[in-house]
T-cell receptor, first 115, second 111 residues
Framework: NAGVTQTPKFQVLKTGQSMTLQCAQD?????MYWYRQDPGMGLRLIYY???????DKGEVPNGYNVSRLNKREFSLRLESAAPSQTSVYFC??????????????FGPGTRLTVT | SQQGEEDPQALSIQEGENATMNCSYK?????LQWYRQNSGRGLVHLIL?????REKHSGRLRVTLDTSKKSSSLLITASRAADTASYFC???????????FGTGTRLTVIP
């Protein structure tokens, strides 16, 4: 039982490049989330998926897109990376009927640097 | 912002002492959660307390919730060096769709 896995662990991009962060969970959770964490700040929600087939914007969605590929997988795409997107990105999942108000399980994070 | 605010921002104690962290928030909540983050790692869920609960225990952890003051506290008893981490509170508001995290308390336990 791997829990929540994320790839890659580290990534360096040049401004304007694109990339996709991958996330998968094996806990049969309905809901999945993408957060970013910047120094001195808490986690901020980028996008979430309450259930398979749905996605919604969080607090800081600009510059990102997501895809809920199936119940297990939720990817985050940066179409044209900017230095302001340098951050640590965390994927999380939660269970329950809709899962939104339950505890969340986090992946190990992806450290992204945009130069 | 619905974000919680933890207090203090940083706390340094000796092993064996108790550590208390506080969280204040602004809106009515369905539940409040505490998470731990070791350096360079993802967050780990510690405890969830619902708005109709006043106190909850889990091992060496004790969480209290005062909805009238919009505040919560996390007490770690008999701290260990392995408790060194950042601790975050997160609130789930009524009618909300997601958790809002505070900025965290950095706890250092000195062996």
């Amino acid at each position: 039982n791997a829990g929540v896995t994320q790839t890659p662990k580290f990534q360096v991009l040049k401004t304007g490049q694109s990339m996709t962060l991958q996330c998968a969970q094996d806990m049969n959770h309905n809901s999945m989330y993408w957060y970013r964490q910047d120094p001195g700040m808490g986690l901020r929600l980028i996008y979430y998926s309450a259930s398979e087939g749905t996605t919604d914007k969080g607090e800081v969605p600009n510059g990102y897109n997501v895809s809920r590929l199936n119940k297990r997988e939720f990817s985050l795409r940066l179409e044209s990376a900017a230095p302001s997107q340098t951050s640590v990105y965390f994927c999380a999942s939660s269970g329950g009927k809709t899962g939104l108000n339950y505890e969340q399980y986090f992946g190990p994070g992806t450290r992204l640097t945009v130069t | 912002s619905q974000q919680g605010e933890e207090d203090p921002q940083a706390l340094s104690i000796q092993e064996g002492e108790n550590a208390t962290m506080n969280c204040s928030y602004k809106t009515s909540i369905n539940n409040l959660q505490w998470y731990r983050q070791n350096s360079g790692r993802g967050l780990v869920h510690l405890i969830l307390i619902r708005s109709n609960e006043r106190e909850k225990h889990s091992g060496r952890l004790r969480v209290t919730l005062d909805t009238s003051k919009k505040s919560s506290s996390l007490l770690i008893t008999a701290s260990r060096a392995a408790d060194t981490a950042s601790y975050f509170c997160a609130t789930f508001g009524w009618g909300a769709n997601n958790l809002f995290f505070g900025t965290g308390t950095r706890l250092t336990v000195i062996p």
